[in-house]
């Protein structure tokens, strides 16, 4: 299984006249072929902004910096990174998005902008020009079926806002499929989705690892979903990765007292049974450069506040916490 | 205009946002302008109003340079120079006093009109907004009629049916203005209807004229300021067409659209005549513009459009 | 199930879009949607009815009908005895519950008025009670200590507050007057989940406090196992399951119900729950017979044409044809 | 809502905006005018002159009368006759209103072009200097009194460099065509006039250019905001992540979805443009509707005023009803609900 991703030290840094603030911090990681990883955070942790960095589509005042970017085999330059995945995204990365209502165009049939993603790939594998013109319906509809939207000889005709969420991110995942890619970017798919419809199309976005080998960076807040999902589990709080390792691992026995905190708030009792376990206090972007959870860690040494712990192997798992070594 | 003072008042930050807008050169020139344009207005238009009163006319023009009504013919149609900075017209009177003379009654009709636009369009448009139903299919209908209308073709009508001068322009313009802005209030008030703040309001056993009263006319005037601000830069340029055409303030007194008609006999041989009140208006619209939008940056919100 | 609140047969329809001219001339019939669709639940006093369902299933508008921000089509809402009054109407201003139902919002940021300050925003259900200013301060302040915000907040503004806090402060909002029921949309969904179980906790402890009974709305199965005393749940307008929490959550009969449960991810499972195909039908809409009947495993004939009624099980009510 | 309930509704809505129209200058003209006789028949008319007003408009009748009689003749673009053109003013306007409509016509053309040009150009570069240098245009262009771009066309264009005629619509020496459709340069081409069409197609450029010089901004502006929303929404994320080229990307998703806000500005644009129109024709000499209103005006011929002015509104409810169904058409969310 080869390496679609190597990322090493990657820093993002947002430019505002107030100030700069960091998005993501010394993150380092790797995704295999066929590897789900899942990216859990809570508003703020800066894990859009990760997913917007591998895509190259941060806006303009953003400064990003890495040791080494790797990605699919190339080196990128992330002085101008909008520019250097050009060449890569399609059929090298795609990316499925929050809100399905925004993530296709209002004004265009879905049937045309399924063809765009179909000229595309005809274009980056067989260099070949076509038109959206070109695309046989037929076999956009073949696509269609696979991700088992109803009625797919109507519904491709239809515009946006003329299917339900569940279906839109469907056609996302049907453009997936044309395009091949051999890295997927979900970031919260499936949370505007309903309950059920949740989990059917989960079910769909998983079968793209079966069906064409990607690899998945699933992005969610919501840590009992990662953990029915992905194969590997990053736990992201104020821009750093604090716990990486393999899923089961990492929810049977947490070791960073934040992914504790974070597994043990989920709701798991009846309130007859006694209160929830919180993790108290609110995330505040801190500025005096230590780590960033520590104002609300209930084993905060005076040392947790001065300096940021560094990444430590343990057992197979990445932790940073100065419990830990 | 009286209600923004009272708002903008108890608005904590109003000092913070002036040094904001100020760090922007672009408005920073604006706010210059407009600030020297209606305090000049002011002690100018005092001066005119004491001088009428007390019989002595001459008081209106002791800061000017010269005697904005004065011929002399001698002097006629010279070009700009550091005399005559702007020239002077076909009987010798300097421009540039003759503009500065003019200014009040652009100062006066801008505020005026803006805050009567404020005063009616928002007391209609937050009603018919707030109520809904039959009210407000009433009013959008009341409000597409007058837009629907020119601006300047439903002025020139009133006038004609009214007369002409400056009190029937003003009222003209108020009649042309008051639907943008009733338009404006209506879709703030619906977009604040939609708010979950007005449900908790109506729980609480507030009436819907107690609603409006507490969660609508601050931050309906909120985005409504920057607009209003852009907006007297809209009207000088208005009036000023309607004067243009003969239907302002009425011979001999100076005005800034009424002089560029009369400098049209010597264009473009004596082009200054002409230009140089033009000029003037666009600047202090150009003025207006650049602190409207500033404004609307920092207060946030989106472009409106009537 | 209980005497306090007692909603009976109640039934609330919206236009799909408004009425125009071209209508009337074209005779085109606009269709109704059904939002609730002859609604019947009971609770008593100081219990939690959390009403659980996905989007469109007519839960926020069975919560706005509660308190009376809606107006039942046709049915009766009553609060300890008294029918509930609809915000829009005259008699609404001299009602005994005018100012004591009292909701609190899923979106933090549109729910508390971004100009004015805590001060102003918590003490807006005391105004029209003409109390001394001192009075209302004194109420204030015990209103926000009990949410576990201080005197610190009185003179700050929403936008300096986190999501957390906001919904604190929406929270010490309802609960200033001391009211009979509050209905609770969504509270946390727009919550961090660190967030999401302090709001929880903080609930429950209001709850056990003042003997306040909540109408609790939620689409996630998890907080509704929580903070449930009984859970009516609800598709396409009905409620189709509707008993104590003990029951519903333990043995879930409805086959949604079940489809529902079994869809929540389970912590340290890697496997996706298996579940029922096909989405929400549109409510413009709405399938023949049963509602549910195009989604459910066990559908019948029957199913198709028939709509099930309301039975009996157990000290619970069942909608389906297969009991 | 299918297409045809929307168009339906929107043409009853401008039916009941016209009727609104003409019932409020009633309302201006019959009631509320101190004199009404006086208004209709010019301040320093004749005593006999008056009786007869009183009796052509029924002034000494109820009003409800005098409200039915109007809008049967307003209806029916009977707007009695100028006393100082001697002439139906029915007449007039069908002289005068298409040589402002050709005039508009033009303007309108290349508001657009410059407009949506320079608003998308700006977009593309945004906080770079060709979007301050659209900026600056654009605030000008919106500042600008419509006097001050007549005269400094007329003078930079016409006088100093003479490319092009100063005023008037033609040159005066050349045989006009013959009015058939009203419209100078369409009836010049019928009648293969060519030299005349050459010159009032020179006329032309100058009044025109001054009207979109005047009206661009509003749409530059929009133009460029609309454009930025939408390149930055998650749906040109989406196309740049499908890998879709981008000048595709540019102008097929973005720039449709920005010519929205666009056209419903048009009827904006095209009401402010006839009140540009008025001043413009004015200083050059172009005789349009605008000059025949002015003229009206300063000379009190009342029922001209009233005939122009209906007429006007009547066409801006047209180009509004037009941008509407310009906009349903673009947008599929109008077309089906």
Redesign the interface.
């Given at each position: 299984m080869g390496l679609t991703l190597d990322i090493e030290e990657l820093y993002v840094t947002y430019r505002t006249p107030e100030g700069n603030i960091p998005a993501v911090r010394d993150v380092s990681f790797t995704l295999s072929e066929g590897e789900i990883l899942g990216i859990v955070g809570e508003s703020g942790s800066g894990k859009s902004t990760l997913a917007l960095t591998l895509t190259g589509l941060l806006p303009q005042n953003v400064h990003v910096h890495a040791k080494r970017m790797n990605i699919l085999g190339n080196d990128i330059d992330t002085s101008n990174l909008r520019k250097a995945l050009d060449p890569l995204r399609g059929v090298g990365i795609f990316m499925v998005f929050q809100d399905p209502f925004a993530s296709l165009n209002p004004l265009i049939r879905i049937r045309d902008q399924m063809a765009e993603a179909y000229v595309t790939k005809v274009r980056q594998k067989h260099g070949i020009k076509l038109g959206v013109d070109d695309v046989d319906d037929e076999e956009l509809i073949e696509y269609l079926k696979r991700v088992n939207i109803s009625d797919p000889h109507i519904s491709i005709y239809k515009y946006p806002h003329q299917l339900s969420g569940g279906q839109i991110q469907r056609v996302m995942i049907a453009m997936a499929l044309i395009l091949e890619p051999r890295i997927l970017i979900a970031d919260e798919p499936t949370t505007a989705l309903d309950v059920i419809t949740q989990i059917q199309v989960l079910h769909e976005l998983k079968r793209l690892v079966d069906e064409i080998k990607t690899s998945i960076i699933f992005i969610t807040h919501d840590i009992a979903l990662a953990s029915v999902v992905s194969d590997r589990l990053a736990v992201m709080y104020g821009g750093y990765f604090m716990e990486v390792g393999d899923t089961l691992n990492v929810l049977k026995e947490p070791l960073h007292p934040y992914t504790v905190g974070l597994i043990s708030s989920i709701p798991n009792k009846r309130k007859s049974e006694g209160y929830l376990s919180e993790i108290k206090g609110l995330y505040v972007p801190s500025e005096t450069g230590g780590c960033p959870f520590a104002p609300r860690c209930s084993h905060a040494k005076d040392i947790c506040i001065k300096e940021i712990p560094i990444m430590r192997e343990i057992n197979g798992r990445h932790i940073r916490c100065f419990l830990y070594g | 205009m009286g209600l923004i003072v009272t708002y903008t008042k108890k608005y904590r930050k109003n000092i913070g946002i002036l040094i904001k807008l100020l760090r922007k050169p672009d408005v920073a020139f604006g706010l210059i302008i407009l600030i020297l344009f209606y305090s000049w207005s002011i002690i100018e238009g005092i001066l005119q109003v004491i001088g009428s009163f007390i019989g002595k006319p001459d008081l209106g023009w002791i800061l000017l340079p010269y005697n904005p009504f004065q011929p002399h013919l001698s002097q006629s149609l010279r070009l700009p120079s550091l005399t005559h900075i702007m020239g002077t017209d076909d009987l010798g009177r300097d421009i540039f006093s003759r503009i500065l003379y003019a200014a009040p009654s652009d100062a006066l009709i801008s505020l005026v009109v803006v805050g009567g636009g404020i005063l009616i369009g928002g007391f209609i448009g937050l009603f018919a907004g707030f109520y809904g139903g039959k009210v407000e299919e009433f009013n959008m209908w009341l409000t597409d009629l007058f837009l629907a209308f020119p601006a300047l073709i439903l002025a020139m009508v009133i006038e004609a049916t009214f007369g002409h001068g400056y009190i029937y322009a003003m009222i003209a313009m108020i009649i042309v203005w008051w639907p943008s802005y009733a338009r404006l209030f209506r879709a703030e008030a619906i977009r604040i209807k939609n708010m979950k703040y007005i449900d908790a309001a109506l729980l609480s056993g507030l009436s819907k004229v107690d609603i409006i009263r507490r969660h609508m006319i601050r931050p309906a005037l909120n985005t409504i300021l920057p607009y209003a601000t852009l907006d007297l830069g809209n009207v000088i340029l208005f009036y000023s067409m309607l004067s243009f055409l003969g239907l302002g303030q009425q011979p001999p007194y100076p005005e800034w659209g009424s002089m560029v008609a009369l400098g049209l006999e010597y264009f473009p041989k004596w082009w200054w005549y002409s230009l140089m009140p033009g000029l003037v208006i666009l600047i202090i619209a150009v003025a207006a513009a650049l602190v409207g939008d500033g404004l609307r940056d920092i207060l946030g919100g989106e472009e409106k459009w009537v | 199930m209980g005497d306090f609140l007692i909603i009976n047969n109640v039934t609330k329809t919206y236009l799909a879009?408004r009425r125009?001219?071209?209508?009337f001339?074209?005779r085109?019939k606009i269709p109704y949607i059904r939002a609730v669709n002859g609604v019947s639940l009971r609770l008593d006093r100081g219990k939690t009815l959390v009403l659980l369902g996905?989007?469109g299933s007519g839960k926020t508008t069975l919560g706005?009908l509660i308190?009376?921000?809606e107006k039942p089509d046709s049915g009766k809402i009553l609060v300890d005895g008294e029918e509930v009054p609809y915000?829009g109407d005259k008699s609404?201003?001299r009602s005994k519950l005018?100012?004591k139902?009292?909701?609190v919002?899923?979106?933090p940021s549109?729910?508390?008025?971004?100009?004015?300050t805590i001060k102003d925003?918590v003490s807006?259900?005391l105004?029209?009670l003409h109390m001394p200013k001192n009075e209302i301060l004194r109420m204030v302040i015990e209103a926000l200590e009990m949410v576990g915000l201080d005197k610190s907040f009185l003179n700050r503004r929403p936008i300096e507050l986190?999501?957390?806090?906001r919904q604190r402060i929406?929270i010490a909002?309802?609960i200033v007057t001391r009211p009979e029921l509050v209905v609770l949309d969504e509270p946390t969904s727009a919550l961090?989940?660190?967030?999401?179980?302090?709001i929880?906790?903080l609930l429950?402890?209001i709850q056990r406090e003042l003997g306040l009974t909540y109408v609790f709305i939620t689409?996630?199965?998890?907080?509704a196992?929580?903070?449930a005393d009984y859970v009516a749940v609800m598709y396409l307008g009905k409620v189709v399951e509707y008993g104590s929490?003990?029951d519903v959550f333990n043995e879930p009969l409805h086959p949604y119900t079940q489809?529902?449960l079994s869809?929540?991810?389970?912590?340290?499972?890697?496997?996706?729950?298996k579940?029922?195909?096909?989405?929400?039908p549109s409510a413009i809409n709405p399938p023949s017979g049963c509602a549910f009947w195009p989604r459910c495993p066990y559908a019948m004939n029957k199913c198709r044409n028939e709509e099930p009624q309301t039975k009996v099980i157990n000290n619970r009510e069942v909608r389906c044809h297969l009991y | 809502m299918s297409i045809w309930t929307y168009i339906i509704n929107r043409a009853i809505r401008a039916f009941f905006l016209i009727l609104g129209i003409i019932v409020l200058t009633f309302l201006l003209s019959h009631v509320l005018a101190p004199n009404p006789a006086y208004v209709w028949a010019g301040p320093h008319a004749a005593p006999s002159v008056v009786q007869a007003i009183i009796g052509e408009y029924h002034l000494n009748q109820p009003l409800y009368v005098q409200l039915y009689y109007y809008l049967i003749s307003s209806l029916t673009f009977n707007f009695g006759i100028s006393p100082f053109f001697k002439q139906p003013v029915s007449e007039l306007i069908a002289t005068y209103l298409p040589r402002t409509l050709q005039l508009i016509f033009v303007a309108m053309i290349l508001t657009g072009l410059i407009g949506i040009f320079s608003g998308a150009f700006a977009a593309e570069h945004k906080d770079e200097w060709g979007d301050y240098t659209v900026k600056a245009l654009y605030l000008i262009s919106w500042c600008m009194p419509p006097f001050l771009a007549a005269l400094l066309l007329q003078l930079f264009i016409a006088y100093k460099w003479g490319f092009l005629p100063p005023n008037l619509m033609a040159d005066p020496t050349l045989p006009s065509p013959k009015p058939i459709t009203g419209f100078p340069i369409i009836d010049a081409i019928i009648e293969s006039n060519w030299p005349y069409f050459i010159s009032s197609l020179r006329h032309l450029i100058l009044p025109a250019f001054a009207l979109a010089l005047i009206s661009f901004g509003i749409i530059t502006r929009i133009t460029r905001s609309s454009m930025l929303l939408s390149l930055n929404a998650d749906y040109i994320r989406s196309a740049i992540m499908r890998g879709v080229e981008k000048r595709r990307v540019i102008y097929t998703h973005a720039l449709k979805n920005s010519m929205i806000p666009v056209i419903t500005l048009l009827a904006l644009v095209f009401s402010w443009m006839i009140s540009g129109s008025v001043i413009i024709e004015t200083i050059f000499s172009y005789q349009g509707l605008g000059w025949l209103l002015t003229t009206a005006l300063y000379n009190y011929d009342y029922p001209t005023v009233i005939g122009c002015s209906i007429v006007i509104g009547i066409a801006v409810v047209l180009a509004n009803f037009v941008a509407d169904v310009l906009y349903a058409v673009i947008d599929p969310r109008i077309k089906l609900g």
């Amino acid at each position: 299984m080869g390496l679609t991703l190597d990322i090493e030290e990657l820093y993002v840094t947002y430019r505002t006249p107030e100030g700069n603030i960091p998005a993501v911090r010394d993150v380092s990681f790797t995704l295999s072929e066929g590897e789900i990883l899942g990216i859990v955070g809570e508003s703020g942790s800066g894990k859009s902004t990760l997913a917007l960095t591998l895509t190259g589509l941060l806006p303009q005042n953003v400064h990003v910096h890495a040791k080494r970017m790797n990605i699919l085999g190339n080196d990128i330059d992330t002085s101008n990174l909008r520019k250097a995945l050009d060449p890569l995204r399609g059929v090298g990365i795609f990316m499925v998005f929050q809100d399905p209502f925004a993530s296709l165009n209002p004004l265009i049939r879905i049937r045309d902008q399924m063809a765009e993603a179909y000229v595309t790939k005809v274009r980056q594998k067989h260099g070949i020009k076509l038109g959206v013109d070109d695309v046989d319906d037929e076999e956009l509809i073949e696509y269609l079926k696979r991700v088992n939207i109803s009625d797919p000889h109507i519904s491709i005709y239809k515009y946006p806002h003329q299917l339900s969420g569940g279906q839109i991110q469907r056609v996302m995942i049907a453009m997936a499929l044309i395009l091949e890619p051999r890295i997927l970017i979900a970031d919260e798919p499936t949370t505007a989705l309903d309950v059920i419809t949740q989990i059917q199309v989960l079910h769909e976005l998983k079968r793209l690892v079966d069906e064409i080998k990607t690899s998945i960076i699933f992005i969610t807040h919501d840590i009992a979903l990662a953990s029915v999902v992905s194969d590997r589990l990053a736990v992201m709080y104020g821009g750093y990765f604090m716990e990486v390792g393999d899923t089961l691992n990492v929810l049977k026995e947490p070791l960073h007292p934040y992914t504790v905190g974070l597994i043990s708030s989920i709701p798991n009792k009846r309130k007859s049974e006694g209160y929830l376990s919180e993790i108290k206090g609110l995330y505040v972007p801190s500025e005096t450069g230590g780590c960033p959870f520590a104002p609300r860690c209930s084993h905060a040494k005076d040392i947790c506040i001065k300096e940021i712990p560094i990444m430590r192997e343990i057992n197979g798992r990445h932790i940073r916490c100065f419990l830990y070594g | 205009m009286g209600l923004i003072v009272t708002y903008t008042k108890k608005y904590r930050k109003n000092i913070g946002i002036l040094i904001k807008l100020l760090r922007k050169p672009d408005v920073a020139f604006g706010l210059i302008i407009l600030i020297l344009f209606y305090s000049w207005s002011i002690i100018e238009g005092i001066l005119q109003v004491i001088g009428s009163f007390i019989g002595k006319p001459d008081l209106g023009w002791i800061l000017l340079p010269y005697n904005p009504f004065q011929p002399h013919l001698s002097q006629s149609l010279r070009l700009p120079s550091l005399t005559h900075i702007m020239g002077t017209d076909d009987l010798g009177r300097d421009i540039f006093s003759r503009i500065l003379y003019a200014a009040p009654s652009d100062a006066l009709i801008s505020l005026v009109v803006v805050g009567g636009g404020i005063l009616i369009g928002g007391f209609i448009g937050l009603f018919a907004g707030f109520y809904g139903g039959k009210v407000e299919e009433f009013n959008m209908w009341l409000t597409d009629l007058f837009l629907a209308f020119p601006a300047l073709i439903l002025a020139m009508v009133i006038e004609a049916t009214f007369g002409h001068g400056y009190i029937y322009a003003m009222i003209a313009m108020i009649i042309v203005w008051w639907p943008s802005y009733a338009r404006l209030f209506r879709a703030e008030a619906i977009r604040i209807k939609n708010m979950k703040y007005i449900d908790a309001a109506l729980l609480s056993g507030l009436s819907k004229v107690d609603i409006i009263r507490r969660h609508m006319i601050r931050p309906a005037l909120n985005t409504i300021l920057p607009y209003a601000t852009l907006d007297l830069g809209n009207v000088i340029l208005f009036y000023s067409m309607l004067s243009f055409l003969g239907l302002g303030q009425q011979p001999p007194y100076p005005e800034w659209g009424s002089m560029v008609a009369l400098g049209l006999e010597y264009f473009p041989k004596w082009w200054w005549y002409s230009l140089m009140p033009g000029l003037v208006i666009l600047i202090i619209a150009v003025a207006a513009a650049l602190v409207g939008d500033g404004l609307r940056d920092i207060l946030g919100g989106e472009e409106k459009w009537v | 199930m209980g005497d306090f609140l007692i909603i009976n047969n109640v039934t609330k329809t919206y236009l799909a879009r408004r009425r125009t001219i071209a209508d009337f001339i074209l005779r085109r019939k606009i269709p109704y949607i059904r939002a609730v669709n002859g609604v019947s639940l009971r609770l008593d006093r100081g219990k939690t009815l959390v009403l659980l369902g996905e989007s469109g299933s007519g839960k926020t508008t069975l919560g706005r009908l509660i308190v009376g921000l809606e107006k039942p089509d046709s049915g009766k809402i009553l609060v300890d005895g008294e029918e509930v009054p609809y915000v829009g109407d005259k008699s609404y201003m001299r009602s005994k519950l005018r100012g004591k139902l009292q909701m609190v919002f899923q979106d933090p940021s549109s729910s508390l008025d971004p100009f004015m300050t805590i001060k102003d925003i918590v003490s807006e259900p005391l105004i029209k009670l003409h109390m001394p200013k001192n009075e209302i301060l004194r109420m204030v302040i015990e209103a926000l200590e009990m949410v576990g915000l201080d005197k610190s907040f009185l003179n700050r503004r929403p936008i300096e507050l986190s999501g957390g806090q906001r919904q604190r402060i929406a929270i010490a909002r309802a609960i200033v007057t001391r009211p009979e029921l509050v209905v609770l949309d969504e509270p946390t969904s727009a919550l961090d989940v660190s967030i999401q179980s302090q709001i929880l906790n903080l609930l429950v402890k209001i709850q056990r406090e003042l003997g306040l009974t909540y109408v609790f709305i939620t689409h996630d199965a998890r907080v509704a196992r929580f903070i449930a005393d009984y859970v009516a749940v609800m598709y396409l307008g009905k409620v189709v399951e509707y008993g104590s929490a003990d029951d519903v959550f333990n043995e879930p009969l409805h086959p949604y119900t079940q489809a529902l449960l079994s869809s929540v991810p389970k912590v340290g499972v890697r496997e996706l729950p298996k579940t029922i195909s096909g989405e929400v039908p549109s409510a413009i809409n709405p399938p023949s017979g049963c509602a549910f009947w195009p989604r459910c495993p066990y559908a019948m004939n029957k199913c198709r044409n028939e709509e099930p009624q309301t039975k009996v099980i157990n000290n619970r009510e069942v909608r389906c044809h297969l009991y | 809502m299918s297409i045809w309930t929307y168009i339906i509704n929107r043409a009853i809505r401008a039916f009941f905006l016209i009727l609104g129209i003409i019932v409020l200058t009633f309302l201006l003209s019959h009631v509320l005018a101190p004199n009404p006789a006086y208004v209709w028949a010019g301040p320093h008319a004749a005593p006999s002159v008056v009786q007869a007003i009183i009796g052509e408009y029924h002034l000494n009748q109820p009003l409800y009368v005098q409200l039915y009689y109007y809008l049967i003749s307003s209806l029916t673009f009977n707007f009695g006759i100028s006393p100082f053109f001697k002439q139906p003013v029915s007449e007039l306007i069908a002289t005068y209103l298409p040589r402002t409509l050709q005039l508009i016509f033009v303007a309108m053309i290349l508001t657009g072009l410059i407009g949506i040009f320079s608003g998308a150009f700006a977009a593309e570069h945004k906080d770079e200097w060709g979007d301050y240098t659209v900026k600056a245009l654009y605030l000008i262009s919106w500042c600008m009194p419509p006097f001050l771009a007549a005269l400094l066309l007329q003078l930079f264009i016409a006088y100093k460099w003479g490319f092009l005629p100063p005023n008037l619509m033609a040159d005066p020496t050349l045989p006009s065509p013959k009015p058939i459709t009203g419209f100078p340069i369409i009836d010049a081409i019928i009648e293969s006039n060519w030299p005349y069409f050459i010159s009032s197609l020179r006329h032309l450029i100058l009044p025109a250019f001054a009207l979109a010089l005047i009206s661009f901004g509003i749409i530059t502006r929009i133009t460029r905001s609309s454009m930025l929303l939408s390149l930055n929404a998650d749906y040109i994320r989406s196309a740049i992540m499908r890998g879709v080229e981008k000048r595709r990307v540019i102008y097929t998703h973005a720039l449709k979805n920005s010519m929205i806000p666009v056209i419903t500005l048009l009827a904006l644009v095209f009401s402010w443009m006839i009140s540009g129109s008025v001043i413009i024709e004015t200083i050059f000499s172009y005789q349009g509707l605008g000059w025949l209103l002015t003229t009206a005006l300063y000379n009190y011929d009342y029922p001209t005023v009233i005939g122009c002015s209906i007429v006007i509104g009547i066409a801006v409810v047209l180009a509004n009803f037009v941008a509407d169904v310009l906009y349903a058409v673009i947008d599929p969310r109008i077309k089906l609900g």
